[in-house]
């Protein structure tokens, strides 16, 4: 028989947990699965797979497969984006400074920072992207 402290204790806990707001679900996705669509806001040839956008900020989650040979021009956001790169290489530049990212490097691009992505004829990128903010693209 459950002791009736031990028994409140453990229920204390567990609604002191915090819940999931109503509307977001766990979701587990193997890259097989994953549904991918043509980009509408980056030129073409991009193709992405949607995890999340928050309902509030309208910032999303989402991979990115740049193919090989692909690039970005000069652009920035509205809001803020971190990039991680998951599988290839990415070359990214800002302003004088140009760097080559691989498997699990990064960059944060603060909103209003002027940069260019690209993928060398390295292969195909796989590139999570997150945003503060909705996504859009700004030509300067």
């Known amino acids: 028989m459950i002791n009736r402290v031990a028994f409140g204790l453990v229920a204390a806990v567990v609604l002191a947990q915090p819940q999931l707001p109503t509307g ?4 587990l996705k193997a890259a097989s699965e994953m549904d991918w669509k ?27 497969k740049f193919p090989s040979g692909y690039s970005i021009p000069p652009h920035a956001h509205e809001s803020d984006e971190t990039l991680v790169v998951l599988k290839g290489k990415l070359r990214v530049r800002v302003g004088t400074v140009e760097k080559t990212l691989s498997h699990s490097d990064y960059a944060l691009l603060p909103a209003g920072v002027e940069h260019e992505l690209s993928v060398k004829n390295w292969g195909a990128a796989w590139v999570l992207v997150t945003t503060s903010g909705p996504f859009s693209l700004k030509k300067p």
């Open 38 to 64: 043509p980009s509408t806001n980056l030129p073409p040839g991009a193709e992405y797979h949607l995890i999340r956008e928050d309902p509030v900020t309208r910032g999303i989650q989402a991979v990115v």
């Open 24 to 27: 977001r679900e766990p979701a």
